[in-house]
């Protein structure tokens, strides 16, 4: 399992964008140096896929997400969720787990 914050994607950006994009002169790369706002970072990119940190399960865009199952990668089963779908599935799990435990 792995954390990933929205606070963590904005820290990084500059990293992660010279990272794909190695040989890049671009102007974004300029124009990431610095960047401290997620509203900043879809401006110069465009978009706002950089920062999207998303819940699979209620697919809203989170602060705080936890990465579930193995290495992402084109053939992986990995999900990420966050903490309000986490919450639920333990509330929906305890009474299942609890009648199962012998007493």
């Given at each position: 399992?792995?954390?990933?914050?929205?606070?963590?994607?904005?820290?990084?950006?500059?990293?992660?964008?010279?990272?794909?994009?190695?040989?890049?002169?671009?102007?974004?790369?300029?124009?990431?140096?610095?960047?401290?706002?997620?509203d900043?970072?879809?401006?110069?990119?465009?978009?706002?896929?950089?920062?999207?940190?998303?819940?699979?399960?209620?697919?809203?865009?989170?602060?705080?997400?936890?990465?579930?199952?193995?290495?992402?990668?084109?053939?992986?089963?990995?999900?990420?969720v966050?903490?309000k779908?986490?919450?639920?599935?333990?509330?929906?799990?305890?009474?299942?787990?609890?009648?199962?435990?012998?007493?």
């Amino acid at each position: 399992m792995k954390l990933i914050t929205k606070a963590d994607k904005i820290k990084n950006i500059l990293t992660n964008w010279m990272r794909q994009y190695p040989d890049s002169k671009h102007d974004i790369t300029r124009k990431l140096r610095g960047v401290i706002t997620e509203d900043e970072i879809s401006n110069i990119i465009g978009n706002a896929s950089w920062t999207y940190n998303p819940c699979y399960e209620c697919e809203s865009d989170c602060e705080v997400v936890v990465q579930i199952g193995q290495e992402p990668d084109y053939d992986s089963c990995t999900t990420n969720v966050c903490l309000k779908c986490l919450r639920e599935a333990v509330v929906m799990a305890t009474p299942l787990v609890s009648s199962t435990m012998p007493h």
